[in-house]
């Protein structure tokens, strides 16, 4: 029974960080692909970042390169998005994601495990 439990979100202002971390339980699939979204009210689910199964970070959403960072404890399926110079554009509702099968793909709708998200408000 896969679950992901995520921490780390709140309010900041502008400019300010926060850590997200993501704790994946119950996965027996080596290297899965692991990675966050964000959804705001009325919108899709986006991808911010994504990690494959060796550890490599496979994609960055543009608009937080340079600011964002997505990191993995190694030899655990704990899974870190470091946020800095936070901006109000990425206030959002921050979701972990798992796929257990090959490929790091774009879409939400291709990773079968979600966290119950954890909120992000920049003032």
């Known amino acids: 029974h896969v679950q992901l439990v995520e921490s780390g979100g709140g309010s900041v202002q502008a400019e300010g960080s926060l850590k997200l971390s993501c704790v994946a339980s119950?996965?027996?699939?080596?290297?899965?692909?692991m990675g966050w979204f964000r959804q705001v009210p009325g919108h899709e689910r986006e991808r911010v970042a994504t990690m494959d199964g060796y550890g490599r970070t496979v994609y960055v959403m543009p608009s937080v390169r340079g600011r964002f960072t997505l990191t993995k404890e190694k030899d655990k399926n704990t899974l870190y998005l470091e946020m800095n110079n936070l901006k109000p554009s990425d206030t959002a509702m921050y979701y972990c994601?798992?796929?257990?099968?090959?490929?790091?793909?774009?879409?939400?709708?291709?990773?079968?495990?979600w966290g119950q998200g954890t909120q992000v408000t920049v003032s």
């Open positions: 994601a798992v796929r257990l099968n090959s490929g790091c793909p774009v879409f939400a709708k291709d990773f079968a495990y």
């Open positions: 119950g996965i027996t699939y080596r290297g899965p692909c």
